[in-house]
């Protein structure tokens, strides 16, 4: 048998129904490793893709003029975490510390492709840098070091070399807007998050929408009302085991309905009359 030969019938039933799955965009950080630039994503947003019930697809950046093409194959988009900062150039300031990596090819391209996600309509699920991106791409603000702020905890998760299980355990709660998107999703008031990040919304983009706050009034999750599709933007990670959360499998669960609610809605729209 040779790698391309599928190993087994048992598996060929399950790569044919994964054609009738969404297709969830991930667009992809940059790294350099030595003296070569990678493209990666986190193993961990593609399986909360998976969780979702959709179909991930790494991209690696895009030209503006490639932006449509690629949304023309999404069901829905999913940004992701990072421990690069969104450029303060995009909000109107100079850089607060040099010493924090940045990330202008992820930048340059997925403000854009936010703006045209929501005009369009498509599913949107951001996490942590994700939110900040989506913040900014639409006119807002952030501070870049929340935990500097009067009045407001720090939010960093913990020192780089604590154990992952340290850095991403629970933190402190949330409190779930009422009437609005998320309280509708989870059903309860408030719940408990990890908490990893070191920027955070400072002046929300007009339009949209406070979902959750943090004790403290950091906000913890927004929507985009103006956005025809599901949006839905946080600043924790639901993905850090996810499938062992309540709160996170439902929060994926309604992005992955809204992936496949286009996803079919698109498929009757490609069909021809009948003959």
Known sequence: ?????????????????????????????NRLLGEHPFHIAGKKYIDAVRLAGALPLIVPSAEPAEID???????????????????????????????LPLDPLRDGWTLPLIRRVVERGIPLFTICRGTQEANVALGGSLHQAVHAVDGHEDHRGGPDTAPAAEVYGPKHDVL???????????DQPRFQVNSVHGQAVNRLADGLRVEARAPD????????????????????????????????????KAFGEACRHRHHARGQGRRGPHP
Not at 2 to 29: E, F, R, Y
Not at 70 to 98: I, M, Y
Not at 180 to 186: D, F, K, R, Y
């Open 1 to 29: 048998m040779n790698d391309m030969t599928l190993p087994s019938s048992v598996d060929a039933p399950a790569a044919a129904g994964s054609a009738d799955k969404p297709v969830v965009l991930v667009p992809a950080c």
């Open 69 to 99: 093409a690629l949304l023309d194959l999404a069901d829905g988009v999913l940004l992701t975490g990072s421990p690069s900062n969104v450029h303060p150039s995009h909000f109107g300031e100079d850089v607060l510390d040099p010493s």
């Open 176 to 186: 779930v807007t009422p009437g609005g998107l998320m309280a509708a999703i989870v």
């Open 217 to 252: 009034g950091v906000i913890e999750a927004f929507s985009i009302p103006q956005s025809p599709g599901f949006s839905l933007c946080v600043q924790w990670h639901p993905e850090w085991l996810a499938a062992d959360n309540p709160v996170s499998m439902k929060l994926l």
